[in-house]
């Protein structure tokens, strides 16, 4: 009986895939519980003890030292106390072996579904326990069954969830199918402890380089920052701690064997591998490839950024349904405002225009407050002329410099001058004469012959009309 006994609980463990001493544990305390309700007080401290080797099984109560006994099941006479200890005084408690000899129906049914209950804890405390430590990993899981808005997956030990969000939207599962999953939490539920994987975090594509790059594994080059359209397309900045590596060229690999397997176990997504500056105009240049930057103005406080793009290449830029530019903004944590290389030159222009004509208001103001205070100065001059008394006055000389005085000799002469040329009268015997009107329209070789000979006829005289 007792080797039947002790094989039961072996084969029990290895069931449940427990330790033998978590078996036994559970065993105890189902058996406490059995034999509370039938031998002993609901109140009475009890404990039971099951011995290994033989399995021997040993029930342990408290009891009170008292004079006279009159509930024998938590209670001991003094004569009898001193007999297992010679020290023990009234009102003391002590421990004496009490196994009951038979149990009863009751008891042992009450036994059996305890021991099922705390061998459900144990097994569920265990899988916790395992996969606490997992959690934030690349686990191995096969499709167990599918439903409208989940997929459950088979993790070994126990079962996780896939929730519609978490799942990739150009995958279809099938039962049976092995998949790589991000284990994304676990808690515990009344039901045991729930885990929830995913197949569309950025996360998981960080994982699967750490198992792909060794270079990533063991920290030689660093994954900086992931942006991920799960089943579609990704970005990944990368950076070197050695000098002399090639960040890309590790995460590529070889022909491009390594980035191969990561997008054929994301099924076909493709992954854009870049390299992360501390600059942040760089690394924005670097995020928004294959597409050439030609401009970049940055907003520190605001974090956000202005980029120009070339006319031919904006579209690349942007991507299909904008998903360039989201991924370069999720990968950078900027902003970013795209604009084409001639809308940035059009701004410049009008913003140059609008100065332009500012600066010329400005001077237009100011050339308005002169005038208006030469004004006030000679409305202030005629006032005070007004006021005083006029007489009448022929001709009024001022004092003249010798400077002044020569200057105004030198422009009567040149006055003087011009009135000469202008009115020159014609030389004697100069004869005039008034050039002919060429007519060009068609006529015959005579015709041509007499307007070239009228030609030289111009061509022999001089400016005055003499001939030679």
Request: charged fraction near 30%; charge should be negative; proline fraction near 4%.
């Amino acid at each position: 009986m007792k080797s039947d006994f002790l094989l039961a609980i072996t084969q029990l463990a290895a069931e449940k895939n427990l330790s033998r001493e978590v078996v036994l544990g559970a065993v105890e305390s189902a058996l406490v519980s059995a034999y509370r309700k039938n031998s002993f007080t609901p109140s009475q401290n009890i404990s039971v003890k099951i011995d290994p080797p033989t399995g021997k099984v040993e029930v342990w109560a408290e009891k009170t030292v008292v004079e006279q006994v009159s509930d024998p099941r938590c209670e001991i006479s003094l004569a009898e106390a001193h007999k297992i200890n010679p020290d023990m005084q009234l009102e003391d408690v002590i421990s004496i072996e009490d196994t009951p000899h038979n149990a009863g129906r009751i008891a042992a049914q009450t036994a059996k579904q305890v021991i099922l209950q705390r061998l459900h804890e144990a097994e569920h405390s265990a899988i916790f326990e395992e996969f606490s430590d997992k959690e934030g990993e690349v686990v191995n899981g096969v499709v167990r069954r599918i439903e409208t808005r989940q997929i459950f997956v088979d993790l070994g030990r126990t079962e996780a969830v896939m929730p519609a969000a978490e799942q990739a939207a150009n995958e279809r599962y099938r039962v049976g199918q092995r998949l790589k999953v991000y284990l994304l939490e676990i808690a515990q539920s009344a039901k045991g402890p729930l885990l929830v994987v995913s197949r569309s975090h950025p996360n998981l594509l960080r994982r699967l380089f750490e198992l792909e790059v060794p270079e990533v594994y063991n920290g030689t080059v660093e994954i900086k920052s992931v942006a991920r359209e799960a089943g579609f397309r990704s970005k990944v900045a990368v950076a070197a701690r050695q000098e002399g590596i090639d960040p890309v060229g590790c995460c590529v690999g070889l022909r491009g064997i390594r980035i191969q397997h990561i997008g054929h176990e994301l099924g076909g997504e493709k992954i854009d591998v870049i390299n992360w500056s501390p600059d942040i105009a760089t690394f924005m240049a670097n995020a928004l490839s294959p597409a050439k930057v030609t401009g970049i103005t940055t907003d520190e406080d605001e974090r956000a950024a202005t980029v120009v793009i070339p006319d031919k290449q904006l579209s690349l830029a942007i991507g299909k349904e904008g998903q360039n530019v989201r991924l370069a903004v999720k990968l950078t944590g900027w902003r970013i405002d795209i604009k084409s290389a001639s809308k940035a030159e059009e701004e410049r222009a009008e913003a140059a225009k609008e100065e332009g004509a500012d600066i010329a208001g400005e001077a237009l103001s100011l050339e308005g407050l002169e005038t208006g205070a030469e004004a006030l100065v000679l409305a202030e001059v005629s006032g005070k002329a007004a006021d005083t008394p006029q007489t009448p006055v022929t001709e009024l000389e001022l004092p003249t410099t010798p400077a002044a005085a020569s200057e105004k000799k030198a422009k009567q002469q040149l006055r003087f001058a011009e009135e000469i040329v202008s009115k020159a009268p014609p030389k004697p015997g100069a004869k005039t004469k008034k050039k002919k009107k060429i007519s060009r329209r068609k006529g015959t070789a005579e015709n041509g012959i007499r307007l070239k000979r009228q030609h030289r006829g111009l061509e022999s005289c001089d400016d005055n009309g003499d001939e030679y």
